[in-house]
Nanobody, 122 residues
Framework: QVQLVESGGGLVQAGGSLRLSCASS????????MGWFRQAPGTERELVAA????????YYDDSVKGRFAISRDNAKNTVNLEMNSLKPEDTAVYYC???????????????WGQGTQVTVSS
């Protein structure tokens, strides 16, 4: 069983930055692909960024390309999402998720964190 705990959310002004972190329990973290999803009120959950097991391959939604950066530290069992140039439309609950396949995917995530709120004021 894998447990994921997100941290780093909060309130920030437009144009500001936040760094989200996700800590994982268990010894299999390094074999999992990891993703960051977000869900705003009244919308479906969407994949924002993903990283494969080795960190060599990444994916970004077009809405965050050039502003967000995903990274992982397999020695520390953590995955991070650096968010820059934040916009009010980035406001959402952000979730960390793990995909045991290890490869980049959109819908094979098995384990989920509880989410962390990110609010960007205009």
């Amino acid at each position: 069983q894998v447990q994921l705990v997100e941290s780093g959310g909060g309130l920030v002004q437009a144009g500001g930055s936040l760094r989200l972190s996700c800590a994982s329990s268990g010894r299999t973290f390094s074999s999992y692909a990891m993703g960051w999803f977000r869900q705003a009120p009244g919308t479906e959950r969407e994949l924002v960024a993903a990283i494969n097991w080795s960190g060599e391959r990444t994916y970004y939604d077009d809405s965050v390309k050039g502003r967000f950066a995903i990274s992982r530290d397999n020695a520390k069992n953590t995955v991070n999402l650096e968010m820059n140039s934040l916009k009010p439309e980035d406001t959402a609950v952000y979730y960390c998720a793990a995909d045991p396949s290890g490869i980049l995917s959109y819908n094979q995530y098995t384990y989920w964190g509880q989410g962390t709120q990110v609010t960007v004021s205009s």
